[in-house]
């Protein structure tokens, strides 16, 4: 495990806000070098500290309106194994993440529409048709704050 000081942390918060950040202008709010905060980030990287740059998309520019958290009991855990669901329900675009959890549900889905009626024609056409699919509820996304984590 690595040993995270303070400006490690501080690093890894400011990073989560913005991860094109360069090196440099890092480096002056935390008031390192741009030699030593890029030698901080590439340490952090290797020790694995960060899975992957991502791409935050605006939603709602792309024109889906309408996040569901759908939470979906599988009807028969023998019958269809767990990786045939998962294999197939990320195949459908319009879901973003695929939780495997513990609880009145087997599966957490976190899917995207257009709008409701949009929503309801991948609940019916794809979701409800795949393998194993028992009791689902779904819970409609009012609004989200994003936070960067407990560092």
Same mark, same amino acid.
């Given at each position: 495990? =690595?040993?995270?000081?303070?400006?490690?942390?501080?690093?890894?918060?400011?990073?989560?806000?913005?991860?094109?950040?360069?090196?440099?202008?890092?480096?002056?709010?935390?008031? =390192?070098?741009?030699?030593?905060?890029?030698?901080?980030?590439?340490?952090?990287?290797?020790?694995?500290?960060?899975?992957?740059?991502?791409? /935050?998309?605006?939603?709602?520019?792309?024109?889906?309106?309408?996040?569901?958290?759908?939470?979906?009991?599988?009807?028969?855990?023998?019958?269809?194994?767990?990786? /045939?669901?998962?294999?197939?329900?990320?195949?459908?675009?319009?879901?973003?993440?695929?939780?495997?959890?513990?609880?009145?549900?087997?599966?957490?889905?976190?899917?995207?529409?257009?709008?409701?009626?949009?929503?309801?024609?991948?609940?019916?056409?794809?979701?409800?048709?795949?393998?194993?699919?028992?009791?689902?509820?779904?819970?409609? =996304?009012?609004?989200?704050?994003?936070?960067?984590?407990?560092?």
């Amino acid at each position: 495990m =690595l040993d995270l000081d303070e400006i490690d942390r501080a690093l890894v918060r400011a990073l989560a806000q913005d991860m094109s950040a360069s090196a440099g202008a890092l480096g002056r709010a935390l008031g =390192l070098s741009q030699p030593a905060c890029w030698r901080r980030i590439k340490r952090l990287r290797e020790a694995g500290v960060f899975r992957a740059a991502r791409l /935050d998309l605006d939603l709602e520019a792309l024109s889906f309106g309408v996040t569901v958290f759908l939470g979906v009991k599988l009807a028969t855990k023998g019958r269809v194994s767990l990786e /045939d669901f998962e294999r197939a329900v990320s195949a459908i675009p319009e879901v973003q993440t695929v939780e495997h959890v513990l609880g009145l549900y087997d599966y957490r889905l976190r899917v995207v529409a257009r709008d409701l009626s949009d929503f309801e024609r991948v609940l019916r056409r794809r979701i409800m048709a795949l393998p194993g699919v028992g009791g689902l509820e779904a819970n409609v =996304l009012l609004s989200e704050e994003q936070r960067p984590g407990p560092i």
